[in-house]
């Protein structure tokens, strides 16, 4: 067989010569851009040369500190075939995490998007590497700032070569990109993206029985592009010629819902916050989402009366993803096997609520401190996987030998499988309650109260306890309408469904739960600031 090298140059080629015409939507600040594929090659290749002028060379880190849009798409071919690697640095990190993971990978350019400059002004002073700053703006002059030496992006890219040829020589095994995990302890650790790793994680995108993404489908990465790839989704719609939307800075729900009825996207991802907030928007206001095929949803558990929205009420299947910022992301998918066919509509809410089936590529077991666990749907492990879109360590970090070990990355996630190999995620390690001996999951209590019409949201975390070593307490925020009264009804509801001594001790009710940069819950700020209030008796 040919040893032809899998690169990211080979994705966009073939856009390039396949699907010149198709299109690529992008909001701005300035409103929403329309480029072909055609156009977008060019911008790319000016982009490469621009940066290649710049004195960007094979092995630099470049980092963009930007939005969903064309340009951020632009670097994201750009830096990587020209043999240079593309840092996407997560903008919702804290200043300190900002300046520390720039520093850490060592960027020698910062693209920035405009509206987005004054958070890295206020890190400037601290960033060792950087050389050299571009502004990504619509408009024709720069803004004013303290950033220096500054240049504009469009102005680079009309100086620059729009046949600007990659070299042809990358070795698929070259590093593309990287990313950094949101630090919930610690500092963030960076993970390594190489172009085979890339390229054979968009082809699993593409496969019919995981996201089936193709051609014809019109796809709206919500997932932000700063954050594990935007799940792959960017990657694979260049190559597989797929029309874009791009939503840019102003991601309300509104905002989504129009681009979704003007655009007719087929196929879309974000995180469970993005999906309650849109579901509840259209209880209250009218939008046509019937083009969609599918709604991806991943970062976190998304609760069941979200599931039952979309499948029920609108007709959108809405599969759940497992993945992490290690695995590129893509682990699992809750698609629906033929055997499944004719099941109720609470079975199928069910199976949706689970992370699924690994996709084909990757190999996952779930062990527990006696093997690997039986696939009964009840006993408990760790899951760990391994595969070729899989990172084998972190970037220069000690902490690798804790996660990688034997060939295999240990998630830190406790799970359980079911007869069929459905993967269903009951904790984090560190999350995970033990009770008396006993172990409690809180992404089962939570799943459980968010099911209820009064509760927005719920987060469940352990305190200690003198007799019990841990209890559960849940941090509840109500739905609109309703008020803490509510507390016992919400007790009965969950004792109908667990046994005694799973239900929380407590019911907290807040106006809202701290979260991620990514939209999880923060669970080590509510265990700090619930353990230094109480302990349980």
């Known amino acids: 067989m040919m040893n032809t090298p899998l690169t990211l140059t080979g994705l966009l080629n073939r856009a390039e010569r396949y699907f010149s015409k198709k299109e690529i939507v992008s909001t701005t600040l300035s409103g929403v851009q329309r480029f072909t594929y055609g156009e977008y090659g060019k911008r790319t290749r000016r982009l490469a040369d621009a940066l290649s002028k710049l004195s960007m060379g094979k092995g630099d880190k470049v980092a963009t500190f930007a939005w969903n849009t064309h340009r951020h798409l632009e670097a994201y071919f750009a830096v990587p075939c020209t043999g240079a690697v593309l840092h996407m640095v997560n903008i919702r990190l804290s200043p300190e995490h900002v300046a520390y993971v720039i ?44 950033l220096s030496p500054v240049y504009s992006y469009e102005e680079l890219l009309k100086e620059a070569d729009e046949e600007f040829v990659f070299p042809e020589d990358l070795d698929e095994n070259t590093p593309a990109g990287m990313c950094y995990t949101s630090a919930t302890t610690g500092n963030p650790k960076g993970v390594v993206y190489t172009h085979r790793g890339i390229v054979l994680h968009s082809m699993a995108t593409g496969l019919a029985d995981s996201l089936a993404l193709s051609e014809r489908d019109v796809c709206m990465p919500i997932v932000p592009m700063f954050h594990a790839n935007a799940w792959g989704l960017p990657f694979a719609s260049v190559w597989f010629g797929t029309k874009l939307v791009l939503p840019g800075p102003n991601m309300t729900p509104q905002a989504i819902a129009s ?104 190999d996952v077991r779930v062990i527990n401190e006696n093997g690997d666990v039986p696939w009964d749907g009840k006993t408990m492990g760790e899951l760990i996987v391994r595969g070729p879109w899989v990172a084998h360590e972190y970037y220069k970090d000690e902490r690798t030998k804790d996660t990688f070990r034997n060939g295999w990355l240990y998630t830190g996630d406790i799970a359980k499988l079911n007869d069929s190999g459905y993967i269903q995620i009951t904790d984090r390690t560190k999350d995970l309650i033990k009770s008396g001996g006993e172990w409690i999951s809180s992404v089962d209590l939570e799943n459980a109260l968010m099911t209820h019409d009064a509760v927005y949201e719920a987060a469940v975390i352990a ?75």
């Open 463 to 537: 305190v200690p306890h003198e007799k019990w070593q841990e209890r559960p307490v849940a941090c509840v925020v109500l739905q609109e309408g309703y008020a803490e009264s509510i507390k016992d009804e919400l007790v009965s509801y969950l004792s109908s469904q667990f046994a005694k001594w799973w239900i929380p001790d407590e019911l907290i009710f807040m106006d809202e739960i701290p979260k991620t940069s990514v939209g999880k819950f923060l669970k080590r700020a509510l265990r700090e600031k619930l353990g230094q209030e109480m302990t349980v008796e």
């Open 259 to 362: 681009l979704i009825q003007e655009e007719k996207v087929t196929l879309t991802a974000g995180v469970p916050t993005i999906w309650l907030a849109f579901i509840n928007l259209l209880e209250k206001e009218n939008y046509d989402i019937s083009s969609l095929r599918a709604v991806v949803c991943g970062g976190s558990a998304a609760p069941k009366n979200i599931i039952r929205a979309f499948e029920e009420k609108h007709n959108v299947p809405f599969i759940q993803g497992y993945g992490m910022t290690e695995t590129s992301p893509l682990v699992s998918l809750s698609t629906l096997t033929s055997e499944m066919d004719n099941i109720s509509l609470e079975d199928k809410v069910d199976t949706r609520a689970s992370q699924g089936l690994v996709i084909p590529g990757l």
């Open 103 to 146: 520093n850490h990978a060592e960027d020698k350019i910062l693209l920035v998007d405009e509206d987005l400059v004054p958070l890295i002004e206020k890190v400037q002073s601290e960033l060792k590497t950087v050389e050299k700053y571009i502004i990504m703006s619509d408009k024709d002059t720069l803004p004013e700032t303290t």
